[in-house]
């Protein structure tokens, strides 16, 4: 997933705006259109009436793989939509029944450190694509039509391997088939709202940001990108470690404070340098986002996580249908409004977050 998704996103704004002559608005567009299948995430729950989690996220990475490496081939407005829905099918169910299985599977005391070992995995597999782009753009000079069959085809020869070679695991708690929303999950669902509300705008804006404002080049993008993953390579282990130790609310208080920060900055910098600090100071903050997952896995019952997954993917896409398009429009008026409401959402957050502690106590005493 992470090899396939890093080079189509290292290439995506370039590719929209050399090739497909995209301007905010058709980026916004594009953007809302690939969060339709995160959206659509609970829809997952159904599918498992038929196949097992694990089939199920092959076969995602299978139709992500392919998206990827076709996209290349459709340099014009629709081609580029539809290729992304398609990869955005493959990625978004993958990710729903990733968090679900790394939920079920890990038991509660090592749940953050071994998700921050998983964002470190990732970080060195987008790590080795971002350079692979960079080389293909900086020294062989290679078109986008071929870049992205590369990498999508990579992809799809990774996928037959997994297909073939891993056993298939059995499940400890049988999950429900069927949808599950509680109101003990309440504060989750909220936090897990404007998460997915503020990633939007940093995934959408932050990196069109770069090229439109301060005309990043796709090498320059690779190299952003490149020193992102080795921070993410080296914090996150070390960010999952530490959540264990200090606890969801504080380490949800750090992050949003530091995200209000970051947001107002994005709307004020004038430099391409100190862009590009902002940029790789927001990727640290979000990975602090595991403790959402690990206060969820406390608060849950262990039956309904694969069925809250899909939910919680559903809800965390909610605004991410309607931010990337309307937020489009509102960057031909003015680009700083968008990062402004980002840093409004992580003051809305903040507050939130204060009612960590009080709700794992409230499960603490249901349970006894």
């Given at each position: 997933?992470?090899?396939?998704?890093?080079?189509?996103?290292?290439?995506?704004?370039?590719?929209?705006?050399?090739?497909?002559?995209?301007?905010?608005?058709?980026?916004?567009?594009?953007?809302?259109?690939?969060?339709?299948?995160?959206?659509?995430?609970?829809?997952?729950?159904?599918?498992?009436?038929?196949i097992s989690?694990?089939?199920?996220?092959?076969?995602?990475?299978?139709?992500?793989?392919?998206?990827?490496?076709?996209t290349g081939?459709?340099?014009?407005?629709?081609?580029?939509?539809?290729?992304?829905?398609?990869?955005?099918?493959?990625?978004?169910?993958?990710?729903?029944?990733?968090?679900?299985?790394?939920?079920?599977?890990?038991?509660?005391?090592?749940?953050?450190?071994?998700?921050?070992?998983?964002?470190?995995?990732?970080?060195?597999?987008?790590?080795?694509?971002?350079?692979?782009?960079?080389?293909?753009?900086?020294?062989?000079?290679?078109?986008?039509?071929?870049?992205?069959?590369?990498?999508g085809g990579?992809?799809?020869?990774?996928?037959?391997?997994?297909?073939?070679?891993?056993?298939?695991?059995?499940?400890?708690?049988?999950?429900?088939?069927?949808?599950?929303?509680?109101?003990?999950?309440?504060?989750?669902?909220?936090?897990?709202?404007?998460?997915?509300?503020?990633?939007?705008?940093?995934?959408?804006?932050?990196?069109?940001?770069?090229?439109?404002?301060?005309?990043?080049?796709?090498?320059?993008?690779?190299?952003?990108?490149?020193?992102?993953?080795?921070?993410?390579?080296?914090?996150?282990?070390?960010?999952?470690?530490?959540?264990?130790?200090?606890?969801?609310?504080?380490?949800?208080?750090?992050?949003?404070?530091?995200?209000?920060?970051?947001?107002?900055?994005?709307?004020?910098?004038?430099?391409?340098?100190?862009?590009?600090?902002?940029?790789?100071?927001?990727?640290?903050?979000?990975?602090?986002?595991?403790?959402?997952?690990?206060?969820?896995?406390?608060?849950?019952?262990?039956?309904?996580?694969?069925?809250?997954?899909?939910?919680?993917?559903?809800?965390?896409?909610?605004?991410?249908?309607?931010?990337?398009?309307?937020?489009?429009?509102?960057?031909?008026?003015?680009?700083?409004?968008?990062?402004?409401?980002?840093?409004?959402?992580?003051?809305?957050?903040?507050?939130?977050?204060?009612?960590?502690?009080?709700?794992?106590?409230?499960?603490?005493?249901?349970?006894?």
């Open positions: 997933m992470a090899i396939t998704f890093a080079g189509w996103l290292a290439m995506l704004n370039n590719f929209a705006v050399e090739k497909a002559a995209f301007t905010g608005a058709e980026i916004g567009m594009l953007q809302s259109l690939r969060e339709v299948p995160g959206f659509l995430a609970f829809t997952a729950v159904f599918l498992l009436l038929v989690e694990q089939t199920l996220a092959l076969v995602s990475l299978c139709l992500m793989s392919i998206g990827v490496a076709i081939l459709f340099p014009f407005e629709i081609g580029l939509y539809a290729t992304t829905v398609l990869m955005s099918i493959g990625f978004h169910y993958f990710e729903t029944v990733n968090n679900s299985l790394a939920l079920q599977w890990l038991n509660k005391k090592e749940t953050p450190e071994v998700l921050g070992k998983l964002i470190s995995v990732k970080s060195i597999a987008s790590l080795s694509t971002y350079a692979v782009v960079w080389l293909f753009f900086s020294v062989l000079m290679i078109s986008y039509s071929t870049a992205y069959l590369v990498v990579v992809g799809f020869v990774l996928f037959l391997w997994l297909w073939l070679s891993f056993p298939s695991f059995k499940p400890e708690v049988t999950q429900h088939k069927k949808l599950i929303l509680r109101g003990r999950y309440w504060l989750y669902y909220l936090l897990t709202f404007f998460s997915g509300a503020r990633r939007q705008i940093f995934m959408v804006f932050a990196g069109y940001l770069m090229v439109e404002k301060f005309n990043y080049s796709v090498a320059n993008i690779a190299t952003l990108y490149i020193a992102n993953h080795l921070l993410n390579w080296y914090l996150a282990p070390k960010i999952g470690r530490w959540i264990g130790k200090i606890g969801e609310r504080k380490a949800l208080t750090i992050e949003y404070i530091g995200l209000v920060f970051v947001f107002v900055g994005y709307g004020l910098v004038e430099t391409s340098e100190m862009a590009a600090a902002l940029y790789l100071i927001d990727h640290v903050f979000f990975a602090m986002a595991i403790a959402i997952k690990t206060f969820f896995q406390k608060i849950a019952y262990p039956e309904d996580i694969a069925s809250s997954s899909g939910v919680s993917f559903t809800i965390n896409h909610i605004a991410a249908v309607v931010i990337p398009a309307a937020f489009g429009l509102l960057w031909l008026v003015n680009p700083s409004i968008v990062f402004f409401a980002g840093a409004f959402m992580a003051a809305i957050s903040l507050l939130l977050s204060q009612l960590v502690d009080r709700e794992l106590s409230a499960k603490e005493v249901m349970a006894s």
